[in-house]
């Protein structure tokens, strides 16, 4: 359950539904899922083999793993800073949510047109001090959390509030059915053009699995150091997996019938499910407490993840500097406040005002896509290599089956570690990078 809580968060919720809008619709989609499930899932099911065999924080266990290679405790390291840097700027999406949790107890959409609605989304992004504010409130929640141990009450709350979190969804789902986009919508998500693929979709793809399986962080790595012998990985994560793409579903299928019925761009950015969704809710009886409940679900859900990411910078900072928790707490909660501030000011520009000229995308965005395109890819692919080749195979093959009755799983479970997954995910990389060319593939499926 906890795995599952990480898992779904923002990934599913905010972030899946615009880069799938940004990146075409369909045909990315479908290789979300397959990517999930192909690779997202074998690796998945590694971290947690890792965790659980050494007991450990990641820095550590790849360490041990490795007879003591300082090598491989590089791996580790890259996954606290790339956990660190999600961190940020998942601290400013979570403080918008706030934000407009507090909005939809003002009724901020009375009387105003679908358009202006849309546009207060720019607004808020824009505003450097409230995005300042929220995302401060919204680390020391996480603070409050991990510091205090109420841990255990969120885990508990979570069994309850995940399920109303579903609830919801599926209530704004099947309103959405009777929206006069819905049809143009289910086609945009689940009819794949490949001939609209680009390198970077496919690369966004594959990122887009790992960020929302949370894979390439080291986070399932701390929690399978939690699990019992006893635990089913395979099935643990394939629940999870599963769980996860209905959601990011889900989510994409209540947003795109309201951006076709009311002729916006499918390319929202960032914004989308701030920009739609209280479109929706203004048009609902009881907006008022719909639209709080969502967004404050939406919190929720978005703590259980950052909680976990907090998580992991908090354990490895312990074993690494002896550190009590409550010193390692507090001097990862003010790291991440100092780091997430140019992400926080990104839409106002106070800070580093020519980033965006200068690389193409504003603070907040490159490191939204520099974490989930390439440095969870990167960790993902190490961690492959880790287990095909460094790691004892027969000590892995053991690990493997505790627990498990899908004993026949290990062939083709080691055979995607050690080939398929650092193929595929290389392949993707090279072509990005623009050594490869795989259009004339795409052509050939679309001619077929
Ligand atoms: N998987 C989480 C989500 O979908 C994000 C996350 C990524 C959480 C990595 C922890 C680690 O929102």
């Not at 004892?392 to 004993?407: A, D, I, N, S, V």
Request: hydrophobic letters at 55%.
């Amino acid at each position: 359950m906890a795995a599952a809580g990480s898992a779904i968060g923002l990934g599913s919720l905010w972030r899946f539904p615009y880069i799938a809008g940004d990146n075409g619709g369909g045909a990315f989609v479908l290789l979300y899922i397959i990517f999930t499930y192909v690779l997202g899932v074998p690796i998945f099911i590694g971290e947690l083999l890792i965790g659980r065999k050494t007991q450990r924080s990641p820095i550590f266990a790849y360490q041990e793993l490795s007879k003591q290679s300082t090598n491989w405790k590089m791996v580790g390291y890259l996954n606290v800073l790339t956990s660190f840097i999600v961190l940020s700027f998942y601290c400013v999406v979570s403080g918008w949510c706030l934000n407009y949790a507090l909005m939809s107890l003002n009724q901020f959409t009375l009387g105003k047109t679908p358009g202006q609605i849309r546009a207060i989304f720019d607004t808020v992004y824009t505003s450097a001090d409230l995005n300042l504010f929220w995302m401060g409130i919204y680390i020391l929640m996480n603070v409050g959390v991990v510091y205090s141990g109420i841990r255990k009450g969120i885990e508990h709350w979570s069994k309850i509030l995940t399920p109303a979190l579903f609830f919801i969804l599926i209530g704004m789902f099947i309103y959405g059915l009777t929206m006069p986009g819905f049809t143009q919508a289910a086609k945009f998500i689940f009819s794949p053009t490949f001939s609209k693929l680009t390198p970077s979709a496919i690369l966004n793809a594959l990122g887009m699995a790992f960020f929302t399986l949370s894979v390439g962080l080291g986070i399932i790595v701390t929690y399978g150091s939690y699990l019992k012998p006893s635990e089913n990985m395979p099935r643990t994560a394939f629940i999870v997996a599963t769980m996860t793409i209905l959601v990011s579903l889900m989510a994409a299928m209540m947003i795109f019938p309201i951006v076709f019925t009311f002729n916006f761009p499918p390319e929202g950015g960032p914004g989308l499910v701030f920009k739609t969704m209280p479109i929706l809710f203004a048009k609902l009886p009881g907006s008022l407490v719909i639209s709080t409940v969502f967004f404050l679900l939406f919190v929720f859900t978005a703590l259980t993840s950052s909680i976990s990411l907090l998580e992991v910078v908090v354990a490895n900072l312990m074993e690494l500097f002896s550190w009590n928790r409550s010193k390692a707490v507090i001097i990862s909660a003010i790291g991440a406040f100092i780091f997430a501030v140019p992400s926080a000011l990104a839409g106002s520009k106070a800070l580093f005002p020519s980033w965006e000229t200068i690389y193409g995308k504003d603070f907040f965005d490159t490191m939204n896509y520099i974490t989930a395109s390439w440095m969870m890819p990167i960790a993902g692919l190490l961690t492959t290599l880790f287990i095909g080749y460094v790691m004892e195979k027969q000590t892995t093959r053991e690990e493997f089956l505790k627990g498990t009755t899908m004993g026949y799983l290990f062939r083709p479970w080691f055979f995607t570690i050690r080939y398929l997954a650092p193929l595929v995910v290389i392949i993707i990389i090279l072509e990005q990078a623009g050594v490869l060319n795989l259009a004339p593939l795409f052509n050939l499926m679309r001619s077929a």
